[in-house]
Each structure stands twice: as structure tokens, then as C-alpha cells.
């Protein structure tokens, strides 16, 4: 990925759509956007994205303080993962699958006593309507109970109608019931800011097969417990 991608009209940019944002209280985009970064690498997506979730969490519980604040270096040290270090590292690196991102932070999470939070990783296998409302389920809760976090694994090309035919991990930042949209705080800067899709065509990216680890992609859920 290069500065030459450009995102396509498929996305609602929040710098110029962000009337949800002003109406409603969006926990997890005020847990999240503090600490929305630009991922180090080309293939260092899914390290960016649990950075992200894990200060997030933090802000949840009310833990987050100046001086601790998680960085992609240190968590990659802290987890002493050689799998993911090599996956993020260019020239060889490919990124990680969904379910290798579910399991590193079950991992991550006991090492900084994060024991009342849980992951679950739902795959996307297709678009259904079970699907479909069993991920929306889940925004709602999000929106309503303040006690959530979600990730998403999507098809950049799918999702954003651009021509970028790789996959990528960014935190959802909030669900607008009423248009029925997601916004992805992505972690790609360079080209993309954070940016409402239709929830449909993000199920679209989702369900997709990654031609690299032949895994499905999907969504991930931190929860408190």
C-alpha cells in the first residue's frame, strides 16, 4: 500500500459527516479516537489495531493515565510473539488472520490484568440474514451498553470500492442505527480517515476468504465480563 490508493465515494468521510457523533454519546468512539494511529509498517495492521483496542479498554474502566498508554513496540515486545513480529516486519511480512489476531489478545490480555474483559471472534462466512443481524446485534450493544469493543477483518477493495485487493484489520468506532452504518477508524492514515461504510457492504468485505492464510475474515468483540 502507497500514497497512490484513494478511497472511493463507497465512504462517508466523519470530517464531514459527523452528526452522530454530535447527537449521541458513541462510547466506543470516544474510548477509541484519542488513540486512532497510523500502523508502523505495510502489513501491521491487526498490532495497530489491538494498540488501539487495548488504550481503549483502558478508557473504559477509567485505568487509562498519562505515562501508560499502550504503543505498538511495546506491546509487540510485551507479547514476545516471534509469529507476528516476523508477520508484521516487511519485506517478508503478510499481516495476520483474524482468528491468529482473536488468539494473540486472549494472550495480551492476562499479561496486563485485563482478566474482567473477554475476546470472542465471530466469522463471516457469507451475508445472510442471520448474519447480518447477528452483527448488528452486536453494534447495538455496543452503542447502548458501553461495555464493547469491536475490531473488523475486511477486503479493502470490497468495502471501500477501491482497488486495494488485500485485507486489513481497523476498530469500528461506532453504528448509526438510523442510516445503518458502521464507521471503521481506520489505521491506514496514510490513505484513509475514519470513514462510514454501509453495514452491508462491510459484511461484504468480511466475508471474504483470504488468499494468503486461506482463513475466513470477520469481526472480533472485546467485552467486559
Not at 451475508?127 to 447477528?134: K, R, W
Amino acid at each position: 500500500m502507497d500514497g497512490e490508493g484513494k478511497p472511493a465515494a463507497a465512504a462517508s468521510a466523519l470530517s464531514r459527516d459527523h452528526g452522530y457523533i454530535q447527537r449521541n454519546p458513541a462510547s466506543a468512539y470516544w474510548a477509541l479516537s484519542p488513540y486512532l494511529i497510523h500502523q508502523h509498517t505495510d502489513s501491521s495492521c491487526s498490532l495497530a489495531t489491538a494498540t488501539m483496542l487495548l488504550n481503549g479498554m483502558r478508557a473504559i474502566d477509567g485505568t487509562g493515565r498519562m505515562g501508560r498508554f499502550f504503543s505498538e513496540r511495546g506491546l509487540i515486545d510485551a507479547i514476545d510473539d516471534p509469529h507476528w513480529l516476523k508477520e508484521i516486519t516487511p519485506l517478508e511480512g503478510n499481516g495476520i488472520s483474524f482468528l491468529d489476531l482473536a488468539e494473540k489478545l486472549r494472550r495480551i490480555l492476562p499479561l496486563y490484568d485485563f482478566t474482567h474483559w473477554a475476546v470472542d471472534s465471530r466469522a463471516v462466512r457469507g451475508v445472510s440474514a442471520e448474519a447480518i443481524a447477528d452483527f448488528r446485534a452486536e453494534l447495538t450493544a455496543m452503542e447502548r451498553d458501553g461495555d464493547r469493543l469491536l475490531a473488523a477483518n475486511y477486503h479493502l477493495a470490497t468495502t471501500y470500492g477501491d482497488q486495494w485487493d488485500i485485507g486489513h484489520f481497523s476498530p469500528v468506532g461506532a453504528y448509526d442505527a438510523a442510516t445503518d452504518r458502521v464507521l471503521l477508524l481506520d489505521v491506514w492514515k496514510a490513505d484513509y480517515e475514519p470513514s462510514w461504510v454501509d453495514l452491508t457492504r462491510l459484511m461484504q468485505g468480511m466475508a471474504t476468504i483470504s488468499p494468503i492464510t486461506n482463513n475466513v475474515r470477520g469481526y472480533l468483540i472485546i467485552r467486559r465480563t
